[in-house]
């Protein structure tokens, strides 16, 4: 052991020896167990009696990168495997279902169970090959373990405790530990051991493409072996990046990554007081069956124009078209009424857009900004009116005096919400499409059908079955919940390591597992940290964002596949290309870069960040990619500078100062608004905002404002200047390096609250 004789106070050693004790022995059972290791010795380390002794710290830094060079090395795991086995076993029935309860498998697995006549459900042990019988009567771990004491067993599974203290001499160890194969090799060196370690994780194929491409056009010397090189330099920088984030215990940030979830099911039932749309629980599955028809020939039509025809009328209406995560379709959100529907229930989005109700509190929103056109005058209801009136005429349905009429049907309608499903009809709708057709083909005898018509169909409850699924490359709930497609009807999570067969539903009801978002959240974060990126709290809100800490300009994004888009963006990319160039070659340094990161270089280059001295701008281009510390260091400076709130961050600077969430102040037009739909709309359709979140955004931006509203207004809160917020319980501003969601938590907060104190933090995860 150490002996810190000279380092000071007794008292102090004491302490300091029992820590190294408590480190001296490492057991690779546990990735907990080794992380907790981490995190002490990495304490160790940094006390300051500690670096007060540069030899002992020396000694303590080279035995540490031990510790990472023996832990990193891939090692062949004991796996237990779930199969179902026959007395003629075939390689065809043993399955693997390593991620899965075993509860669960019995269900996956029935119909194999139902045809084995002697079928019976065991582990099998790859280690030893040895199968264990499931037994009802006895816990599951109580039988493995029986199995991992056995003589056949062990002998592949002893371990031996491995004194790290003496780095150099490492003893023998078995081949689940170690794939060095050091044996009984006599003592190895530390630079041997260290020529061994390869690349802990290789960068992705994409970014690297596009890191090349900005390579070529930002180094003097675009030569192939020049590329080969600066990618060499950076997946050296990257590798030991990925180890120290790889010890990292994420487990007490996970409310930071907690995701926003749309569901119409949940959301439209909590969030929207009063919604006519009851029906959202059945989806095109209950639609009206194909009804037969007998000695009739199939005749299919075109139904695009016609879709296209009302996706206009609901843009004109102010509906936001989205794409519903429970199920991945198409939907439509309307701000004036928090109403919410799916594109295969047309009948009741056209029933919404013609009602009085709609009608009168999009035209009161209208008239009451300014800033938005089409509310210069108190006449908004007649043209909206006007609107719904030229959407029948294309239907055929118009209103002569004498009563509704359809003239393609020639038949008679009742009222105006009769028509809405009047010309939803089949029969109406299969006249509409020929009309329609004849009327292209007489404009343009020999051009061919355009594009947006798409293909044809049988009836219209086939075209929207199958026509016109949206396209999203940025689905935020596979890229938020690491999920990779592996067919039709089939999705593999990567957190959880299985694999979901069914629809989208059985996705989604997945990623809202509390066991998923707990294995999902150290994926987010080990992400956002090899990535350069960190989550943040809101300055005057709740909820979370994320922060590039390496690009030059102030990057904060709302969402998790947001920040996932900047990874791969021209902006993100060619400053890492610029830190590449900036190490490599010295008289093309980005004075600008190394000013972002406080790197001088007048004397010695020396980083102000973190108060450490380098010998070159090399080395402090390395300290600047791959030290976690540094980059947390900027994120913190940059969180600090721009104090964001929950409006400011999606509408990219623009903030709203507001009084309780009650009421809302446009900065930039001085208007007031006292209602979300008043002041989403204004956010969303004035003029003066030069940056506009999309569709989805606005939506999720929706739900967190509902939850802010609740939280803002329970505790009095007054953001009455920015980046000053005043709390109406504690009757003070919050302190310096609180923020709402912290203040909330905190001991002067709870007791001045006393039993209406909401726990934040669950409320999130939740």
Known sequence: MLCFKTMGDKASVEELTEKIAELSVISFRKLDEMKRLAKHFQDVLNHQQTQQKPSVHKYLKNLTETHKK???????????????????????????????????????????????????????????????????????????????????????LKRESVDVAEPIILPKMSRRLSAMESGETPAQNLDQIMQLVKPTEKLDRNFSSKLEAALIRHLPDNSEASIDAAVKFYQGVYDKLSRDVAVIDFSTQTSSVAPIIMSIKDNVYQNFAAD????????????????????????????????????????????????????????????????????????????????????????????????????????????IKEINKKFLYVHDVVDDGNGIRCGLCKTSIDSIESSTLHILDENHLAKLSDKLYR??????????????????????????????????????????????PSGKVANYCSCCDMTLKGPRQVLFNHIRQKKHLRNAAPHKLSMLYKNYCRPSEYYASFGNYYVCAICPKYVAVPSFAAIIEHFESALHIETVAKLIRSALYSENVDKELLSFNKISTNDVVHCDYCNTTFQDVNEAITHVISSINHQNHITEAKIKENKGDIISVYMQGDYILHSEGASFSCQICKGVYNSIRSLLSHLIYAEHFPVKPNAENVFRFYLELKHNINMLGRNKYVYYEFGKLKCGVCKADVAEGENAKKHVVSTLHRENMGASYINVNESAME
């Open 276 to 383: 006519a749309n009851k029906n959202i629980e059945n989806e095109e599955n209950d639609q009206a069956p194909e009804r037969p028809v007998k000695n009739q020939v199939k005749k299919y039509r075109y139904y695009g124009p016609i879709e296209n025809v009302i996706i206009k009328l609901l843009n004109n209406h102010k509906l936001l078209s989205l794409i519903d995560d429970r199920t991945g379709k198409l939907a439509f959100f309307c701000m004036a009424c928090e109403y919410y529907t799916l594109r295969f229930r047309y009948d009741s989005v056209l029933n919404h857009v013609f009602n009085e109700t709609h009608i009168h509190n999009l035209s009161c929103i209208l008239q009451a900004d300014k800033h938005i056109p089409f509310s210069m005058d108190e006449k908004s209801v007649e043209k």
């Open 439 to 484: 009327k292209m083909r007489a404009s343009n005898p020999d051009g061919a059908v355009p594009d947006e018509w798409g293909p044809k169909d049988l009836d219209w409850t086939k075209f929207l079955a199958s026509v016109g699924k949206p396209q999203h490359n940025r689905d935020h709930v596979i890229i938020e919940n690491f999920i990779k």
């Open 70 to 156: 023996v832990f990193f090395q891939k090692r062949e795991g004991v796996e237990v495997e779930y199969i179902f086995t026959t007395e003629k076993k075939s390689s065809l029935q043993r399955q693997r279902f390593n991620s899965l309860p075993v509860s669960e498998v019995p269900e996956l697995l029935k119909a194999e169970l139902l045809t084995a006549e002697h079928a019976k459900q065991v582990h099998i042990c790859t280690d030893c090959k040895v199968e264990i019988e499931l037994n009802d009567e006895e816990p599951l771990m109580d039988s493995l373990q029986k199995h991992f004491n056995l003589e056949v067993h062990l002998p592949k």
